[in-house]
Every structure is written in C-alpha cells, then in structure tokens.
C-alpha cells in the first residue's frame, strides 16, 4: 500500500542535447562551460564507470551546483551530448545516490523510495538550472 502513494510521473532527470561543430569534442565544450558561473571540472566517469575505445576509463564533464547537485556530460556521438544529474560528493552519492544492488530487501526499497521522493524536488530544479545553463551556452 505504501508503494501507491508515490507519484509514478517521475521526470528523469537527463536529457540529450545537440552541440554546434565547434564544441564537438571534450576539451572545447570544458573550455566553453568553465565560464558558465559554475564549477567545472573534467574527470573520470565514476558514476557510470564507462570506458573509451581504449578500455581505459572514460572522461566526462562534471558541472557542479553545490555538493549535492551537479550534472555529468559525455558525448554519445559527434556532436550530441548526454546531460543528467549526478551526487557529486562520493559520500553523499554513497548514502543518496541509486543502489547498484540487484536484488534488495524490504528495507532497502523503502528506504529508497523515501530517499527519492524527499529529494526529487530540489534534484529536479537544480537540473533544470543547469541544463539551462549548459543549453545557453551551446
């Protein structure tokens, strides 16, 4: 009966977004969003542990608001990038960010539905500023 109450028309919170060919690699969208008013820092993908052609792993662009929130961008093509939100404190993403676990117990479940429900909100608007951000300066 629990499971009821939460909403179902939950808003992932990424987004693709098409770049002009100036800014079609890594370096020069760094270059371009350093001057966004936010903290900018290029790092490894730890979130998703993707990897590059190489087999090393592969590097995003992190675009922090705060502790909290920040959003994550990595090129899935070209010229279009993948833009959703992350936890970017390793501790904080540790404690709020989504379980990896394939099978959970009851606990778990709960616990993360409540997690998300009490934090979705303040997620969604800095999402929305900072995918603002990113959109106006591409």
Same mark, same amino acid.
């Given at each position: 009966?629990?499971? !009821?109450?939460?909403?179902?028309?939950?808003?992932?919170?990424? &987004?693709?977004?098409? *770049?002009?060919?100036?800014?079609?690699?890594?370096?020069?969208?760094?270059? *371009?969003?350093?001057?966004?008013?936010?903290?900018?820092?290029?790092?490894y993908?730890?979130?998703?542990?993707?990897?590059?052609?190489?087999?090393q =792993?592969?590097?995003?662009?992190?675009?922090?608001? &705060?502790? =909290?929130?920040?959003? !994550?961008?990595?090129?899935?093509?070209?010229?279009?990038?993948?833009?959703?939100?992350?936890?970017?404190?390793?501790?904080?993403?540790?404690?709020?960010?989504?379980?990896?676990?394939a099978?959970? &117990? =009851?606990?778990?479940?709960?616990?993360?539905?409540?997690?998300?429900?009490?934090?979705?909100?303040?997620?969604? !608007?800095?999402?929305?500023?900072?995918?603002?951000?990113?959109?106006?300066?591409?």
């Amino acid at each position: 009966m629990v499971f !009821k109450l939460l909403p179902k028309t939950l808003k992932t919170m990424e &987004n693709l977004i098409r *770049l002009k060919p100036e800014f079609a690699n890594l370096d020069a969208l760094y270059e *371009l969003l350093k001057s966004s008013g936010y903290e900018c820092s290029k790092e490894y993908d730890v979130w998703e542990q993707r990897t590059d052609t190489s087999g090393q =792993m592969a590097h995003c662009i992190v675009l922090k608001k &705060n502790g =909290m929130h920040a959003v !994550k961008l990595f090129f899935v093509n070209e010229n279009t990038v993948k833009i959703n939100h992350i936890i970017p404190n390793k501790l904080m993403n540790a404690y709020f960010g989504n379980s990896a676990k394939a099978h959970k &117990n =009851m606990l778990e479940l709960l616990g993360g539905s409540i997690k998300r429900a009490l934090l979705k909100g303040a997620q969604q !608007k800095a999402f929305e500023e900072l995918e603002r951000a990113v959109a106006k300066a591409c």
